[in-house]
């Protein structure tokens, strides 16, 4: 089995990406994000896609890429503070957007990828986010049902990987991206490292190689900080 | 310091007295994060972030970041020996199953029935409420730490909260520059004022109805 491509144009090029698609992607910040997939993506045109990110990438970087050019129509996201180009299409109407508190958002894509159908939490019970949903009372607590979310495609950034699709991520760059390797009917998976089958200890695979359907070794420039801080010379910090 | 600078300092030092040795806690951010650098020597106290990181250490060194390694202000930070790293779910079965001791998080408005509101205001950008929500219906212990009133002087600390709701009756303590208040059946408890303020002046400043009894100082 060779689930290896050359590269994201030639992954976008075998998952035949239509317009209209629903793309669940990876990342925190800007850390963790499928770059190299965003860039292809951008370049290959299509266009209003659903994108289900917890962030909206920056102005100049990750999803804010595709913003830029206007291809995306609706994000379903928990936080989108940082991105200009987001907020003006936005507010302009242009952009539909679904705020999911971010647990929430975490296992509606978990849910997705493993094929349950729904589930009862307590997270936003009381507020806008239950208005519409079913609220039910389990053991005394009330809980609200949220939905799946599975996308025609999932996007995912990992440190290591094989050509059979077995991942593995690196500090807190892991953030959505296992989840979100479960969550796509199509998966692919960009990698710093793609390594001969056996180089990963089975024992250290996050992300098992059935979830992913092609996976490609990404250039990578310097990676982007979002927020650079450092303690005080001598002493400590948060 | 300015004023301001200086009452933040007194509301994180206060929050720091919330910490308990062997504490799993998630810091909110901003003024929340700070409380980090009161952990009082010697408490073991392990702090989770929420992009999938437990036992979150100091910033680190200049020229020591790592863009793989931030927390959820996407700050750059370390661990500390004995941190792991998981997934967004992971991270939030944490939070939302109860393992989440305590969780320490800014405010805009709180109410007497322990009501939070902190991440929209009507007709301004909205930017999204991250993890806020699961935090507060999931973590044992939500504590709200902000200033007592806004820069207009109209209290934060009401009746009932206008602004959009981040969770219902979910927080337990109010740490401001003023006073801490506790939530409790009964309603809002006066149970410190800070140093130099009184409790008239507290009430005042207040458009909640406090419970007051016995009112100590904060010891800050």
């Given amino acids: 089995m060779n689930k290896a491509v050359r590269d994201a144009r030639e992954a976008l090029e075998k998952a035949a990406i239509q317009d209209g698609a629903t793309i669940v992607l990876g990342g925190f910040g800007l850390t963790g994000l499928p770059e190299n997939l965003i860039v292809a993506l951008r370049d290959s045109g299509v266009k209003d896609l659903t994108c289900v990110s917890n962030n909206a990438g920056v102005d100049d970087w990750g999803l804010g890429l595709l913003l830029q ?17 987001f907020e003006r299409q936005y507010l302009s109407g242009e952009l539909d957007v679904e705020l999911v508190p971010q647990g929430t958002l975490a296992e509606r894509i978990r849910a997705g990828g493993a094929g349950i159908g729904g589930f009862y939490t307590p997270t936003g019970v009381g507020t806008v986010v239950a208005e519409g949903k079913e609220i039910r009372v389990i053991q005394g607590r009330e809980y609200v049902l949220e939905a799946p979310i599975r996308g025609d495609f999932a996007f995912v950034k990992a440190w290591k990987g094989d050509r059979l699709g077995n991942l593995v991520y690196r500090m807190s760059a892991r953030n959505f991206n296992p989840v979100a390797a479960t969550a796509g009917n199509v998966t692919l998976a960009e990698v710093e490292n793609l390594v001969q089958p ?33 303690r005080p010379a001598g002493g400590a910090g948060a | 310091m300015d004023p301001s600078e200086l009452k933040k300092e007194r509301i994180v030092r ?8 062997g504490f799993y806690v998630n810091l909110g951010i901003g003024m929340p994060t700070l409380v980090a650098n009161y952990i009082p020597p010697g408490m073991d106290v392990i702090l989770q972030s929420e992009n999938g990181v437990l036992g979150v250490g100091p910033y680190p060194e200049k020229g020591r970041e790592d863009a793989d390694l931030i927390n959820a202000g996407k700050e750059t930070i370390t661990v500390l020996p004995g941190a792991s790293f998981f997934s967004s779910a992971d991270s939030f079965a944490m939070v939302r199953g109860g393992h989440v001791d305590l969780t320490i998080l800014g405010g805009m408005e709180v109410d007497q029935e322990g009501n939070l509101a902190n991440w929209m205001i009507p007709g301004k950008m909205v930017k999204g409420m991250g993890g806020a929500m699961d935090l507060v219906a999931g973590a044992k212990r939500v504590v709200v730490t902000m200033l007592h009133t806004s820069k207009d002087g109209a209290s934060k600390v009401l009746r009932k909260c206008a602004l959009p709701l981040t969770g219902r009756k979910v927080v337990n303590t109010i740490i401001t520059d003023l006073a801490v208040l506790e939530v409790t059946p009964q309603g809002l408890r006066l149970a410190e004022r800070a140093p130099g303020v009184t409790v008239d002046e507290i009430l005042k400043a207040t458009e909640a109805e406090l419970l007051v009894d016995e009112v100590v100082e904060m010891p800050v």
Wanted: aromatic share 8%; proline share 5%.
């Fill in chain 1, 198 to 230: 056996g180089e990963i200890d089975p024992d250290h695979v996050i992300t098992p190689g059935i979830f992913v359907d092609y996976i490609f070794q990404g250039t990578y420039g310097p990676k982007r900080i979002e927020k650079r801080t450092n």
């Fill in chain 2, 14 to 21: 206060r929050a720091a007295q919330e910490l308990k040795d």
């Fill in chain 1, 69 to 85: 050019t206007r291809q995306i129509r609706k994000m379903i996201s928990s936080y989108v503070g940082e991105n200009q180009t």
